[in-house]
């Protein structure tokens, strides 16, 4: 694999940049695999990575039915942080954060992780108790989180208007400062191109339409739209997609499938040096490299597998941002778009074995996975190679929506991001 560094940079400058090979193999499916992973997003590419640097599984494909990281991996706002409430949760977020420390160097490309800290904004005197009970929960789980003053967080975000008499004034605010956002695509990328350079063939316009299984149940591969391919182990990252892809196994999934929303402006000098989130007006802010300000909605209310969502969605979002950054004004925004999202019940992900032997689930991350793409592919691979779960993402199974064990981080977090 060519390896990105100062000196190889130099040298394909020199060579006009004609020198660069493709970053990851092009293939057809072979006709058996050691394990399938069904899902070319970020999660199914980084649990593909993990399998084989960890694991020792080489002979694995990652199979997508559109183009590589076109779904939400590539749809959203890049949030990452690791502040959620419970301790369940908050070690998964964790676990990811720290790998994202050190992704770049591990996958030998720039995934732009920017730890430019992350403010949630409190509008509410609920907003208030509910943010500094996460706070505290964070510091003793180990996480770090802070409360700020409404000064205090103006000092750290200039832009934020904290005036008293607004109709979402600013309370105050929480700031876990670890926290930030990467480039979706260069995770995809980074991860693909790791993969592949081990032995994963990463295999593009491939939808999987079937699940095969044995007398006794086991799952023996998968039915494609580009001919069967034999597994004893197949691991799904299929995000919105999931329930349709376990329902081929008779598995029935709790999760509703919402638009999100997300929009960008035209790209300005360096004027937001921070992410900024407020739940009680679904919005969520930061500036990307090449200038454009970042903007997430909430999610439309219906459940559909478009990827788009309803305009008075993001008018919502920018009425409110308008007053609480008066700066955006003045800011033409160029394009929107929508991903799909996969919600379960209390707004926690699955990790998890299932019910049919070989089959394995990772999904459930709704509006706000992308921050556990290295963690939740940590933790998917480790499940797949030895068919248990890692402590971590023990708690993180289908049944406790039968047993009631659930991690409610939905009437905690109100948006999940
Ligand atoms: C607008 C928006 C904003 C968001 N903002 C944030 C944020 O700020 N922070 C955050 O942490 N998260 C955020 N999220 C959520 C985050 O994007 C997702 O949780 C995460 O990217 C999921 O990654 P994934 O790899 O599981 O899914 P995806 O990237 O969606 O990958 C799943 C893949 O499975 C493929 N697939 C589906 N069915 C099949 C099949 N039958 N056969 C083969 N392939 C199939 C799809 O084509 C898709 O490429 C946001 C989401 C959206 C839509």
Redesign the pocket.
Known sequence: MQKFSAFSLARQALGRHLGWTPQWRSVAPKPSYDAII???????LGTAYYLAKQHGLRNIAV????WL?????A??????RSNYLFEQSSSYYEHALKLWETLSEELNYNVMFSQRGCLMIAHTVHDVQVFKRHVYANRLNGIDNEWMTPEEAKAFCPPLNISPNIRYPVLGASLQRRAGTARHDAVAWGFARAASDMGVDIIEN???TGIDRDAAGNVTGVQTTRGPIRSKKVGV?????SS??LGMAGIRLPLQVNP???LVSEPVKPAFPCVVMSNTIHA?ISQSDKGEMVI?AGTDSYVSYTQRGGMHVPAHTLEAICELVPDFRRLRMLRSW??I?DNTPDRSPITAKTSVPGLYVNCG?????????PGAANLFAWTIARDEPHPINAPFTIERFRDGALIDEAAAAAVA?
Request: hydrophobic letters at 30%; proline letters at 0%.
């Open positions: 069904v899902g070319g997003g970020g999660h199914g199979v997508e039915k559109g990281a076109g779904g939400n991996t749809r959203n706002t890049t949030i990452i491939c939808e999987v990252s299929a995000a919105g997609h349709v892809v999100l929303q997300a969520y997430g929508g991903g999202t991350w709704g509006t706000g996975g992308f921050k556990a793409t991001h």
